[in-house]
């Protein structure tokens, strides 16, 4: 049964602060992995989508990585702002059709 | 090209109504999926359903609980008899392709507040 952590649960950075957000599954045998942000009260909106064939995906000043073999993902963030303050959630995506397995999320708190 | 669409966005039932959840997914989209986000817990599958047929149902209780997406219309998300346990957000997402294959886009969710 696939379980996905995210560490940390809350995360504070000042402003301008370079950042990275971690992601951890137990099955390797996902076939996507995808990170989304969710405002207070909001739903969410998907950042990046990294196929189980690919190493990383770049969008802006956001990254992510995966690594299948040891079960991880990260999400880097360059150059944080005030406006990046929110719940990041991943979800791996599994290879046997099932739906998207949720974290957590970290919540990250920029200020200025 | 609208976004997934849900109604309503905040639903009060009191103990032993029903509530009925409704998502219109991005226009091109067969795909539908229902999510449930408890207070302090991640979000967690319920169903997946494709027009006219659930695909897999493997994360909806087994009772009060029921999906469907007609031919014609949104998908609809029905809970019967609600008690608080039931107060979350629920969230609808679509994708073009397959689960597992294809990004899902998510709408806004719709609060329900079972008192």
């Known amino acids: 049964k696939q379980e996905v952590t995210q560490i940390p649960a809350a995360l504070s950075v000042p402003e301008g602060e370079n950042l990275v957000l971690n992601c951890s599954f137990t099955d390797s045998a996902i076939y996507n992995l995808q990170w989304f942000r969710q405002d207070p009260g909001k739903g969410l909106t998907s950042l990046l989508l990294i196929q189980s064939s690919q190493r990383e995906q770049t969008s802006g000043r956001l990254n992510a990585s995966l690594d299948k073999s040891s079960g991880r993902s990260t999400l880097y963030i360059a150059a944080s702002q005030p406006g990046d303050s929110a719940t990041y959630l991943c979800?791996?995506?599994?290879?046997?059709?099932?739906?998207?397995?949720f974290g957590k999320g970290t919540t990250l708190s920029v200020s200025s | 090209n609208a976004g997934v669409m849900q109604n309503p966005r905040h639903l009060v039932r009191r103990r032993g109504q029903e509530a009925r959840l409704r998502c219109s997914p991005m226009k091109g989209h067969s795909h539908v999926y229902w999510y449930r986000q408890l207070p302090e817990e991640g979000l967690k599958f319920m169903v997946y359903l494709q027009k006219e047929n659930i695909i897999d149902e493997s994360g909806m209780p087994k009772e009060r609980f029921s999906a469907e997406f007609p031919k014609e219309g949104p998908s609809i998300l029905r809970i019967q008899q609600v008690v608080r346990g039931d107060s979350a957000a629920y969230f609808c997402?679509?994708?073009?392709?397959?689960?597992?294959?294809?990004?899902?886009?998510f709408g806004p969710g719709t609060r329900l507040t079972v008192l």
């Open positions: 997402a679509s994708s073009l392709q397959r689960e597992g294959r294809g990004k899902q886009f």
């Open positions: 979800a791996a995506g599994g290879q046997a059709g099932t739906a998207l397995i």
